[in-house]
């Protein structure tokens, strides 16, 4: 229920969105478009909205949030009263002062099932569902969070194209995240985002996750510190949690490398066939 404004929240976001335009800045919001919880007022309201099974009942998924939101179902775009319901939300976003859209969990948005239009695939309805995003919001960035990439192409600007980092080398004692996937790090940034080094500016700008300088609360070497700045240099996208008024004037100055620096047209001199590739060229 993305426009519903939490009781915990105190100002409206409308109010933020227009107070960090008026500072010189654009303002930023984080969904998952594509899918809603088995609690959310949208599922109750419009069960007939989402993927089904064959038997008829809602297709059900285990994601990450915690009960009651821990069962996801996905959106039917293929319905035009879904597509309605998107446009609606994202162009709400849009005049109250958003322009950069994160849209996280579209891995999650080709579910094979049940949809109104019975001649639709996953895929098809997976662009359906983006271009009436794209439609709503023309002037905005949109940012692809772990999508399929081709399925995203011509309809996003910006793709995530590593997991989760962390404030870890590797994180201690989780040899698989939720989805069975690579363990939230450093490593396994870096790991995916040197791999699709040949999508940048072919398809779409590349997002390495957050970047890791900082020296508090935070589980790396200066070196990995480093390594993690160089997945910035190498997209020419740089996004950080580090607290600017907390860290180290030198970890700050490594960070502001990624802002200034980028390596443009990169393709590894090297890589063999039993590891990643490790040392680039480009301009």
């Known amino acids: 229920d993305w426009l519903d404004q939490d009781a915990s929240w105190p100002t409206p976001l409308?109010?933020?969105?227009?107070?960090?335009?008026?500072?010189?800045?654009?303002?930023?919001?984080w969904t998952m478009p594509l899918l809603a919880s088995t609690a959310s007022r949208v599922y109750r309201e419009h069960p007939d909205w989402f993927v089904k099974k064959e038997n008829g009942e809602v297709l059900e998924i285990h994601g990450w949030s915690p009960p009651p939101d821990h069962l996801w179902v996905c959106l039917d775009a293929t319905q035009q009263a879904v597509r309605d319901h998107l446009t609606n939300v994202f162009k709400t976003f849009r005049s109250w002062g958003f322009s950069y859209f994160k849209m996280d969990g579209l891995g999650f948005g080709l579910p094979q099932g049940v949809r109104q239009d019975r001649s639709a695939t996953a895929v098809s309805a997976f662009r359906q569902a983006l271009r009436a995003i794209r439609e709503a919001v023309p002037d905005a960035t949109l940012l692809g969070c772990c999508p399929p990439f081709l399925a995203c192409l011509g309809l996003v600007d910006n793709c995530r194209v590593s997991p989760d980092t962390g404030r870890y080398w590797y994180a201690p004692s989780l040899p698989l995240n939720c989805e069975g996937g690579p363990t939230p790090g450093i490593a396994s940034a870096l790991h995916s985002t040197v791999s699709n080094f040949w999508m940048y500016d072919t398809w779409f700008r590349a997002d390495p996750d957050t970047l890791m300088a900082r020296q508090d609360n935070a589980y790396y070497t200066e070196g990995e510190a480093r390594i993690s700045v160089l997945t910035g240099i190498l997209t020419g996208v740089a996004v950080t949690s580090d607290h600017l008024g907390r860290i180290a004037p030198e970890r700050l100055e490594l960070l502001g490398k990624a802002a200034r620096y980028r390596l443009r047209h990169a393709r590894p001199l090297e890589w063999p066939s039993d590891r990643w590739p490790q040392i680039f060229e480009g301009t």
């Not at 409308?14 to 919001?29: D, T, V």
């Open 14 to 29: 409308a109010e933020i969105g227009h107070r960090i335009n008026a500072a010189g800045m654009r303002g930023g919001i």
